[in-house]
């Protein structure tokens, strides 16, 4: 399903300037679509607007054609990946991996048969019945992407999910992440601040800056090529790359913004 | 590392020094209840009986104060979290202005003198021609108990992550759904401790019972003071271990939840 984001505007405050102001692009169904963009910019914000738990000061969301104005969180057809897995601590792992099945009234059968074949498809179906307090950092996440695939969303909303684990796990978890959406094609909206992250993962690219859409691309396009100036980045998303892959061998790449399309509220 | 010989006794001081301070006086008044003659000096009972305990326990008057404070301190613990449940978690949001504030206002009553807040209390209940009632007792009894629940289920709620409701909404559940299943199993431990405070501060009431209640709604805290005029160490034995016993179980209970919802 095809995901468009029409002219949101968020503010915090009344008289302050806006979080996001006029942010408009489309998420093509199936694709792997990056949020990027630097810290504070209003991705975060962007999400919990469109997954219904802020409200927009003006703007739309249409998914598949039809407007979610007005329509509570709990009644999109929208799932989010939070950067810390939240995962409920009173319940076990396939009972976390149920939550949304349950909560949909999934017979109990169903649902556990459900959730064992997402926890396999994620790789810890030997770890369903274990209590959550005992999961590496990397297992919380993969039990919180099995949750969130087990409702099949009709769109994937996730916001920096590998932030808070080490940059080995990051790596397994992406391609976990890819071979998930290979396997079932979910459309997948992502913030990341992790160019390196975006070029593995991502079909399309949209860069936010200063509330607005800087620029949109294929990553190849937005990631450019090694030898461009780093001073064209809207932001110095370089060094994250650098100090967040403190274990990786491959020398690395300056991205830069080279053949990438200027959307109508980009700044000079 | 090994722990040095002294350090390990002192470890135990304390513990066993507070152990002491309650047991010897729950210990006294189980052995008075269970004395035939027990006179000073003499650092025993001269023998043992339950007679005392059958006879009290056998008493329909004993029997209709426990089931009165019973239903009185239910009712005002059931209302007490109801209230403070949405009040605690509005003072709970980060940043509320005020809150440290509020709390100490909730509290005054409690701090002021106990015979001034019963008759300022009596009075109003005599004006709603609700003195003499059961429900006049317990809205009398919210007026000291809410604070508690409110102070203990709003500091619940200041530790409770929030996200954790905005991550069930978008697995879609609802309002009540997420009230269920999500916060209730992750605030159970508060409640407990709520519900236990509240209901120990209500069951022990004695000023605000005998004033709201005219003296037709008795509890067993009343029956109790009564035998302390009485005089009769064995009467006042089996009642004061009675009126202790559900604070007691409660306290344990509350104690224990804290104990595990601490532990890793």
């Not at chain 1, 209003?42 to 919990?48: D, E, I, R």
């Not at chain 2, 429900?135 to 919210?142: E, F, K, P, Q, S």
Request: hydrophobic share 50%; with cysteine.
């Amino acid at each position: 399903m095809s995901l468009i984001v029409d002219g949101i505007v968020k503010l915090f405050q009344p008289q302050a300037d806006p979080v996001l102001n006029g942010v408009s692009f489309v998420v093509e169904p199936g694709s792997v679509t990056c949020l990027l963009g630097p810290s504070g910019v209003g991705k975060t914000t962007l999400l919990h607007v469109i997954a219904g738990l802020a409200d927009p000061d003006a703007g739309t969301v249409h998914l598949d054609g039809a407007s979610l104005d007005g329509v509570p969180a709990h009644r999109r057809p929208l799932t989010l990946l939070m950067q810390q897995p939240q995962l409920f601590a009173h319940l076990d792992v396939i009972d976390n991996v149920a939550f949304g099945l349950r909560v949909r009234g999934v017979a109990r059968r169903a649902r556990r048969r459900r959730s064992l074949e997402l926890l396999e498809l994620v790789g810890i179906d030997h770890l369903a019945s274990r209590s959550t307090h005992h999961l590496s950092g990397g297992e919380q996440q993969r039990v919180a992407l099995a949750r969130a695939l087990a409702v099949r969303p009709a769109v994937l909303l996730a916001d920096e999910p590998f932030a808070s684990v080490d940059a080995s796990v990051r790596r397994d978890l992406q391609d976990l992440v890819t071979s998930v959406h290979r396997e079932l094609g979910t459309t997948m909206l992502m913030v990341t601040h992790d160019l390196d992250e975006a070029r593995r993962i991502a079909d399309h690219c949209v860069v936010l800056e200063h509330g607005r859409v800087a620029i949109q691309g294929s990553p190849h396009e937005i990631i450019g090529r090694p030898t461009t100036p780093t001073a064209q980045l809207p932001w110095s998303a370089h060094r994250h790359v650098k100090t967040t892959e403190p274990d990786s061998q491959r020398p690395v790449e300056t991205p830069s913004l080279v053949n990438g399309s200027r959307t109508s509220g980009a700044r000079p | 590392m090994s722990v040095p010989q002294s350090a390990r006794h002192g470890r135990l001081v304390t513990p066993l020094a507070a152990v002491l301070v309650v047991a010897t006086p729950i210990a006294i008044l189980a052995l008075a209840a269970l004395s035939t003659r027990w006179f000073f000096p003499d650092p025993f009972p001269d023998s043992l009986t339950t007679e005392h305990l059958s006879k009290i326990l056998g008493s329909s008057t004993t029997r209709a104060s426990i089931a009165t404070g019973l239903l009185v301190s239910a009712t005002v613990t059931a209302i007490a979290l109801l209230v403070s449940w949405p009040a605690s978690r509005v003072l709970a949001r980060p940043h509320m202005p005020g809150r440290a504030v509020i709390i100490v206002l909730l509290f005054l009553p409690s701090v002021l003198p106990a015979v001034g807040l019963a008759m300022g209390i009596d009075i109003v209940l005599l004006r709603l021609d609700l003195a003499g009632t059961y429900i006049g007792v317990v809205i009398a009894h919210l007026v000291p108990t809410i604070p508690y629940a409110v102070a203990v289920l709003t500091a619940g709620f200041v530790r409770h992550d929030r996200r954790l409701e905005a991550q069930a909404a978008v697995l879609g559940a609802n309002d009540w759904q997420r009230l269920r299943l999500v916060t209730l199993p992750a605030l159970r431990g508060t409640l407990l401790v709520a519900a236990a405070l509240t209901f120990v501060v209500s069951w022990s009431q004695y000023l605000l019972t005998v004033l709201s209640g005219s003296g037709r709604v008795v509890t067993i805290t009343m029956l109790l003071f009564s035998a302390l005029s009485g005089g009769n160490p064995s009467t006042i034995g089996v009642l004061a271990l009675v009126a202790a016993s559900p604070a007691t179980i409660l306290l344990a209970l509350a104690g224990r939840q804290t104990t595990e919802s601490i532990a890793p």
